[in-house]
């Protein structure tokens, strides 16, 4: 499968609570995504980081990549029930076309 | 428009039949993608365009999906003799350029085959 992989597939958590989600890719990529998916439908771009970043912050949330892992980790900080969604991680490589490589999931519950 | 439109939202056919989801991208935005979810996965590449050619259409699962664009704006993807297996969230997206990086979706169409 092209896609990456994402851990865990599910996290419920309490409101107030940080909540990290992992992802693991399989080629080198330029780039790397954060989008969210809320009720099964359209995604919303969350937040990039390039592949010579290590750590890139908006707002409550932090993303880390680390290329020689070939691995990324969201963290939503201080987390709030209006956070439940799924979240997916999208990875562009460098064959040479603009294709986007999109993770698995997290499904994200923030228990009020 | 103000954001990416993709008509209908919901589509139920019977095996065997064919089908066109369309796609009205971002106005300006001259990269356009169609991605596929099943439900409680992650999306499938399909095709994207920069302008109306397809520099990447490896993701088409058969020769019964297809799709084009024309005039540099509308997409429309067909499946011909839909299986049930072709059940999924079709997705549509599109970015200023393909260097762009940010994706903007539609809603999607949610297709069930019978």
């Known amino acids: 499968s092209q896609q990456g992989e994402e851990d865990p597939q599910a996290l419920s958590i309490q409101e107030g609570e940080n909540a990290t989600m992992n992802c693991s890719y399989k080629t080198s990529i330029n780039n790397l995504q954060w989008y969210r998916q809320n009720s099964g439908r359209g995604l919303v771009h969350l937040i990039l980081i390039r592949s010579n970043e290590r750590e890139k912050h908006s707002g409550r949330l932090r993303v880390t990549l680390d290329t020689s892992k070939k691995s990324s980790s969201l963290l939503i900080t201080a987390s709030r029930a209006a956070d439940t969604a799924s979240y997916f991680c999208a990875t562009l490589n460098t064959s040479g076309t603009y294709k986007y490589i999109f993770g698995t999931g997290t499904r994200l519950k923030v228990l009020a | 428009g103000a954001g990416v439109s993709q008509s209908p939202s919901n589509k139920v056919t019977e095996k065997g039949k064919d089908v066109e989801l369309r796609c009205d991208p971002i106005?300006?935005?001259?990269?356009l993608y169609w991605y596929r979810q099943s439900l409680g996965q992650g999306l499938e590449f399909l095709i994207y365009f920069q302008g109306n050619s397809a520099p990447d259409k490896s993701g088409l699962p058969s020769d019964r999906f297809s799709a084009e664009r024309t005039g540099g704006s509308v997409s429309t993807l067909t499946i011909q003799r839909t299986q049930q297996e072709d059940s999924a969230v079709y997705l549509c997206?599109?970015?200023?350029?393909?260097?762009?990086?940010?994706?903007?979706f539609g809603s999607g169409t949610q297709l069930s085959v019978l």
């Open positions: 106005s300006g935005h001259t990269a």
């Open positions: 997206a599109s970015s200023l350029n393909e260097e762009s990086e940010k994706l903007f």
